[in-house]
């Protein structure tokens, strides 16, 4: 019959939808751990094409290669990421050590970890 009220099949349509609220929910704390995972493995495969992209720059960066196209780009980047750096030691009010690299106050003449003369700006 039509538009029978059946109490038995709205308890169980409620205990049921009970059951999957709680499966969903422990649903989405699995679902929240593989999502991490995922994005954890995402971010470890981009390390690796980085560093294989980087080997293979290294070893054909003077090459006539396919893949010359994107060495330009690295070139750019590599030479606005010296400036970069550059810049910021100079923001820091610092000199890079030509010997050793290691970060000098730009009043110093002498690199105070291997001692070798610093290059000194224009204005001296
Ligand atoms: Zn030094």
Redo the contacts with the bound molecule.
Sequence with gaps: MAFEFDLNKVKESLVNAGKEVESMAKDASAVAKIKIDIHNKEVFLEKQYALLGKAFYEAHKDEEVEEQVYFTSIKEAEVELAQLNADLLAAQGAVE??????K?PQDKAF??????A?NKSEEL
């Design positions: 050590c030509p010997s050793c690299g290691s000098q690199c105070a970890d291997c001692g070798a610093l």
